[in-house]
Every structure is written in C-alpha cells, then in structure tokens.
C-alpha cells in the first residue's frame, strides 16, 4: 500500500506506542535521582538512593538467591532440554503427541496454577521447601524454553552432516557432541538467555515453592513495593533494566548472526 | 556401494539396542514433566474434589463442593471480572499492536526493522514487577500524571486501585507480545498481493479489511490467544494496581494458598477452572484456524 504522504498516521501512532512503552521507564529513571523520597515534584539530584541499594543486604542477599536458582534451572534445563528437542525431531513413537504436548504445556498453562500444582505436589510427598524446590520448578519452563529455541533451529539443520560422521565412523555420542551440538549452539544459548529473563522476573512459582530460609529478588521487591512507594526500588530497576537490557541486546545481537548465517 | 562396508562394521562395533538412544534423549526431560507438572496437576485436581467440612456440618457427597463455590455469585463476580480484564486486554492490546506492527513490518524503511522492533519490546525484559510499581507512580493520586494535568489546570484522575489502572498495566505488560506476533505474521505477508490489489483498483482501505486482514489472521489468532491467556492468569497487576475492589481469579487462588484464611481444595477447584478456561481458549483458536485453512 502507497501512502499518501511521507509520514503516515501508523509512524505517528507507533511513535506515540514507543512513548507509552517507555514512559514508566523513564519515570522510574527521573525519580531513582530525585532527592525528595515521596513527592511527584524534582527537588534535586542525588545518587543516595542508588548508594542505599546498593548496601542493602538484603536486597543483595535476594539477588544471590535469585541468581542461584536462575544459574542451576537454566544450566540443568539446557542439558534436558536440548536431548528432548531431538529426540522429538528424531524419533517416531508411539505417545509421541502426548508427550508433545506436555513438554510445551509449560508455556500455556498460567504460572498461578503451575505454582498452586507444584506446592500441592511438594506437601503431598512431604518435600520440605527450600531453594532446591525453587530449582526443580523453574526447570519444568526453563525447559521448555530452551526446547522451544532448540527444535526450530533443528528443521533448518542438514541431516546429512551428523550421518556423514557416523559413517565416517564416529560414535553416536561423538557425532552429537562434534557435530550437532556446535550447530545448535547458538539457538541453545538464545534459548537459555530467554529462559534466564524468565526466571529471574518469576514471583509467583517462587513464592509457593521457596522455603523460609529463600527469598528471590522478585519476592523481596513484591513485598516492598505492595506498601508503598519507595524511591531506592526506582534506582533498582535501573540497575535491573541496564543488566537485562544488556543481556537483551546481546541475545539479539546471536539471533540476528545465527539468522545471517544460516542464508549465507 | 563402498561406503556401505565401513557403516556395517561401525553398527558392529557398537551394539546398542534400538530403544537406548531415544531414551537416553527423551527420558530426563519427560521424567521430570510428568513428576513435577502432570502429576501435581492430576494432584490438584484430586484436591479439587475432596469435599468441604462446612460450619453446618454438610457435607456434598459428590465431591462437586469446591466447585459449587465458584459459582456462587459473589465468586462468579470474580471470575467475570477476570474475563472482562483479560478480555479487554486483548483488545486494547489488538487495537494498538496492530497499527505499530504494520508500521514495523511494512512501512518502516527495511534496514530499520529489526532495531525498531528490538527497541519496542526491550522494556519486556525487565522486571515486570517493577514495570507494575512504575505505574502507581504514574497512576497514584500525587503521582506524575495527577501532577501533570493539574499544572495545566486540568482535573485531576483517580485511577489506581480501580479498573482502569489493572487494563493500563496489564495492557502495558502484554503489548509487546501481540506486537511480536503481529509482527512476525504482517512481515511473511506478500507485498505483490498488496500492490495486486493497489492495481486492480482497490482503495487502501479496502486492501486492507480484504487482503492485509485476511492474510495476518493467523499472527492475530496467536496473538489473541497468548494475550487472553497471559491476561487471565495475571496476578501481578491485579494486586498492584487493582486494589481490593479488582479481585480477580489468580488473586483468589493465592489467597487460598497463602493468604490468611487458607483453603487448598478451593484454590484447587479455581486453578482447574483456569487450566479448564485456556484449555477451551486454545481447543476453540485450533478448530476454527482450521476451518479458516480450509476455507482458503
């Protein structure tokens, strides 16, 4: 469709959409530097809030906790994840569509019920909650997750390279670690990127599995933020938007590389 | 025909049965489903049928008890309160997803594309919880926009812990989403069909409801379902910005679990509604995409 002049209406309303999209982040940005710790209005610059975060051991010892659980999902899940996403590519058998089914059920079914399933789950076997649980039901998307990335990569691939090494004599699980893995690599770790994000902005399956002793960061936010407003949570976030927009970019950056190269 | 000898000799040397390879690559993973999110879910379910000790001592026998709860009308209150939001997420987020994906992928000048789309869903990636907290900044009555309208003299808006504030956020959580599928569907389009129609005549209004529409409905469908999906089991919103008039299902549920008066096979009963809810959603968004293929 032609448009009439230089400037549709459609770039004036997306621009205005990438100001909606931006404005709490800009908000949250403008007042992690704003003096008063209550008002709507500038009454000067300061970096304290970024200082009262920042030695906050709390907050630090949730971002530990946090990165812990994060760490050990998405490092198991990459494993599981990526042996499942070929053998589904690989295997005809029967059950195949129900097990289809569940490995991507993860990414439907709403985060409430899985956080009420699981801790329904861990009382029924008497598991007693800890940062262990946390792990074990991050994994379940995690996996998914990686899966997911990893099984559109495999339809690209050429089959005829990991059969040329087996019949060049390498070993099954030589010809899946020489061979196939450093083909899926890039969309494994885009994957585990994404799976990461996700676990560490999870609240809700944390908050039903984690025993006492854990707190994620998103629950140390989620309970300080639901009394009131408070101004070194503003400097948090663009601490947190920085890391993550970094990690963003740079995923990006590997999907976009991983998409040339596979036209070249 | 030579090469056939050395692949004969290496099945030789390593004997394993059929059955060791795929299980070696299936087993894990599907293990670990079936433990930690088929057989909990079976749980809840379970749970979900166990019957109530009420105050008077009655007791249902069909076990449909949890189930009778929701219906009640102050619970049904909170169940179509969960519609209406996700409802009307999906169409705010429609609404404006698609004019900013057809600018994306069909107008925006090509080499611009992927940074303009990568600088739009970016905020996705950040805790969406304090995406939430951004918002009673914004929303809160001497928050930034109260300020704002005041000092031009305007009156002022009270919108937090109310409706409108719960659509605002959970519009602004999930937009992202609908503009990446929208955009994912708008860029596969073929522009020759476009310019076809330009051609033979067609207004551009007409190209669109006739061609544009037609041929993204797949992306729109996706897009619709994660939107309506993601928007009803939102929790985060719902409690940050809804107060306590926006009770809403994912809110409930919790309640039941960790709130102060606890009910787990109430909470079991809701959360299978909920899984009962997406599972309808994604059971209608498949047989009427394949009506739509055929009708094609």
């Not at chain 1, 099984?151 to 061979?179: F, I, K």
């Not at chain 2, 061609?211 to 985060?236: H, K, Y």
């Not at chain 2, 919790?254 to 809701?270: H, I, K, M, P, V």
Request: charged share 10%; glycine share 6%.
């Amino acid at each position: 469709m032609q448009s009439q002049s230089r400037f549709p209406w459609q770039a004036l309303f997306t621009l205005l959409m990438f100001g909606f999209m931006y404005l709490p982040i800009a908000v949250l940005s403008f007042y992690s530097f704003n003096q008063a710790p209550n008002s709507a209005v500038w009454t000067g610059f300061t970096f304290s809030w970024y200082s009262q975060f920042l030695q906050d051991s709390r907050i630090l010892s949730a971002l530990m906790d946090s990165l812990a659980v994060s760490i050990s999902a998405v490092a198991l899940s990459a494993i599981i994840g990526t042996l499942m996403a070929i053998g589904l590519a690989r295997y005809q058998f029967l059950g195949k569509g129900l097990y289809q089914g569940m490995a991507y059920l993860p990414l439907i079914i709403p985060d409430i019920a899985i956080a009420v399933a699981t801790l329904v789950f861990l009382a029924a076997i008497a598991v007693p909650l800890s940062l262990w649980t946390v792990i074990a039901a991050h994994v379940v998307f995690c996996l998914s997750y990686v899966a997911l990335s990893v099984s559109t990569r495999l339809v690209d691939l050429n089959p005829h390279l990991e059969e040329a090494a087996l019949d060049l004599g390498a070993t099954p699980l030589q010809a899946l670690v020489m061979v196939l893995l450093p083909q899926l690599m890039p969309a494994i770790i885009s994957g585990c990127l994404l799976a990461f994000v996700l676990s560490m902005d999870d609240f809700l399956i944390a908050k039903f599995t984690a025993g006492g002793g854990v707190t994620t960061l998103p629950m140390e936010i989620f309970s300080r933020i639901r009394v009131s407003v408070k101004p070194d949570m503003n400097a948090l976030s663009v601490f947190l938007m920085l890391t993550s927009g970094f990690v963003a970019i740079v995923a990006e950056l590997m999907r976009q590389r991983t998409h040339k190269k596979r036209f070249q | 025909m030579t090469s056939s000898a050395p692949k004969s000799e290496s099945t030789a040397t390593a004997p394993a049965p059929k059955w060791v390879q795929p299980t070696l690559l299936l087993a894990p993973a599907g293990i670990w489903l079936l433990l930690l999110l088929v057989v909990p879910t079976l749980l809840i379910f379970e749970l979900s049928l166990v019957p109530n000790i009420n105050p008077g001592g009655i007791v249902n026998p069909s076990g449909l008890d949890n189930y009778l709860r929701i219906v009640q009308p102050e619970r049904l209150n909170v169940i179509w309160r969960s519609l209406l939001f996700a409802i009307g997420t999906t169409v705010l987020t429609l609404a404006s997803g698609f004019p900013v994906a057809y600018y994306l992928a069909l107008i925006a000048p090509q080499r611009w594309q992927n940074l303009l789309l990568l600088g739009f869903v970016l905020p996705l990636w950040t805790s969406s919880l304090l995406r939430s907290y951004a918002w009673i900044t914004i929303l809160r009555p001497t928050g930034v926009l109260n300020t704002f309208l005041s000092s031009l003299g305007l009156p002022t808006l009270d919108l937090l812990n109310r409706a409108p504030a719960v659509l605002i956020g959970m519009t602004y959580s999930l937009l992202p989403y609908m503009v990446l599928i929208l955009y994912a569907s708008l860029e596969k389009l073929d522009r020759r069909l476009l310019e076809a129609s330009a051609d033979l005549g067609a207004t551009p209004q007409q190209t669109f409801w006739k061609v544009t529409v037609p041929q993204s409905l797949p992306g729109i469908a996706a897009g619709t379902l994660l939107v309506f999906i993601n928007g009803l089991g939102d929790f985060i919103n719902p409690e940050l910005l809804g107060g306590t008039s926006s009770m809403t299902a994912a809110r409930l549920i919790y309640n039941q679990f960790l709130g102060t008066t606890q009910n787990w096979g109430f909470g079991s009963a809701l959360s299978m509604m909920l899984i009962m809810v997406v599972s309808l959603a994604i059971a209608l968004l498949i047989k009427y995409g394949d009506n739509h293929a055929k009708s094609v």
